[in-house]
């Protein structure tokens, strides 16, 4: 069974950094393409980055310049860098994987079959 669990989050000045990890096991394939979401309260989930199985990546565009989706294939984790955070990236961050090959990677919701459970990034004013 697949599970991915997420890190590394917490309570950050504004300006500051923090860096999330999203560790996945229990794989049944070979190659997967990575992605975070997040949802703030009363919002719906929306995409933040996503990274190919090759590496290419992504960013939604209220975070470009800011956050860097990486990945480590050796451990089977995804990282999120942010840097430069602001009050509205305060937010629940999840990351999900889909079996994906290639330079293929995906923005959707409804993209992604496996979720981990989400952490809690607050950046205050």
């Known amino acids: 069974q697949v599970q991915l669990v997420e890190t590394g989050g917490g309570l950050v000045q504004a300006g500051g950094s923090l860096r999330l990890s999203c560790a996945a096991s229990?794989?049944?394939?070979?190659?997967?393409?990575m992605g975070w979401f997040r949802q703030a309260p009363g919002k719906e989930r929306e995409f933040v980055a996503a990274?190919?199985?090759?590496?290419?990546?992504t960013n939604a565009e209220s975070v470009k310049g800011r956050f860097t989706v990486s990945r480590d294939y050796a451990k089977k984790t995804v990282y999120l860098q942010m840097n430069s955070l602001k009050p509205e990236d305060t937010a629940v961050y999840y990351c999900?994987?889909?079996?994906?090959?290639?330079?293929?990677?995906?923005?959707?919701?409804?993209?992604?079959?496996?979720w981990g459970q989400g952490t809690q990034v607050t950046v205050s004013s």
């Open positions: 999900a994987m889909r079996y994906g090959s290639g330079s293929n990677y995906y923005t959707g919701v409804d993209e992604y079959r496996y």
């Open positions: 229990g794989l049944a394939f070979s190659s997967y393409a």
């Open positions: 990274i190919s199985w090759s590496g290419a990546s």
